[in-house]
């Protein structure tokens, strides 16, 4: 599946974006999709997944309580909504697919991926 991501930008602490990803090229509904980020100097680190249906997602510790996932079959999209952001949350956001039936916060997991889009937070 192709993969392509936006929705990021400058914020300052506090505020909030969306990222949207929308795939094509298979059958949407086929796989758990998964938000993963890199912050400069750091490695790629799980955000957020949400399953084939949506009807379950899972949040890591850092973002649980301020980003939210959700998918849209109809447009074949995922999105990450991020509230209360902070300058922590500054990096390379990425958007990925599994064909896993599971929910999964390995990357490893994570066959197709989009290419990235940059979220920076000032303080």
């Known amino acids: 599946v192709q993969l392509q991501a936006c929705g990021g930008g400058l914020v300052q602490a506090g505020g909030s974006l969306r990222l949207s990803c929308a795939a094509s090229g298979r059958t949407f509904s086929d796989f758990v999709m998964g938000w993963f980020r890199q912050a400069p100097g750091k490695e790629r680190e799980f955000a957020a997944a949400?399953?084939?249906?949506?009807?379950?997602?899972w949040y890591a510790d850092s973002v649980k309580g301020r980003f939210t996932i959700s998918r849209d079959s109809a447009k074949n999209t995922v999105h990450l909504q991020m509230n209360s952001l902070i300058p922590e949350d500054t990096a390379i956001y990425y958007c990925?697919?599994?064909?896993?039936?599971?929910?999964?916060?390995?990357?490893?997991?994570?066959?197709?991926w989009g290419q990235g889009t940059l979220v920076t937070v000032s303080s």
């Open positions: 949400i399953s084939r249906s949506g009807g379950n997602t």
């Open positions: 990925a697919a599994t064909s896993n039936l599971f929910l999964s916060s390995r990357f490893i997991d994570y066959k197709d």
